[in-house]
């Protein structure tokens, strides 16, 4: 892949154009890379202090007793933004909704048990699990690249 870069100081806005005879896996990957955002880190709250929390290390986001929780390895920390605000700041990346109170890390995911009727089983790398509500199961699948096909 050829790659040109001209800096142009009367350009007002950064713009990428890709040229290509047809699409290919690597062009789709190049597009995917542009679209995420730079990692934002995260405030999490546990035991009166503040830590921050890259996105890669989070397993899960999820809603309880009205707080919004970060589950990471190093355990639960509470975030002080509503869900619907946490997914914002995590779009792009490798997160799927997967309940109205529930968003998961894909990459921290082991496996997906999708022999369930209705629902999918989502096991974590360190041996958590959740599952996916019935509401979210299609697009979950989707985003898996397992569509509409059957269970």
Do not use: H, W
Not at 10 to 24: G, Q
Not at 53 to 58: G, M, R
Not at 68 to 85: C, K, N, Q
């Amino acid at each position: 892949m050829k790659v040109d870069v001209r800096i142009d100081p009367a350009c007002a806005e950064a713009t990428v154009t890709v040229s290509a005879p047809r699409m290919t896996e690597e062009i789709e990957a190049l597009l995917r890379l542009l679209a995420q955002k730079p990692e934002q880190k995260l405030l999490g709250f546990r035991d009166g202090e503040a830590q921050r929390i890259a996105p890669a290390d989070i397993l899960r986001v999820y809603a309880g007793g009205g707080k919004v929780y970060a589950a990471t390895e190093r355990g639960d920390f509470e975030l002080r933004m509503r869900l619907y605000e946490v997914e914002q700041r995590l779009e792009g990346g490798s997160f799927a909704r997967i309940s109205n109170a529930e968003i998961v890390n894909l990459d921290r995911v082991r496996s997906f048990d999708l022999r369930l009727s209705g629902t999918v089983l989502v096991r974590f790398c360190d041996g958590t699990v959740t599952y996916a509500s019935r509401r979210y199961v299609a697009a979950l699948k989707k985003i898996l690249g397992i569509g509409g096909e059957g269970k």
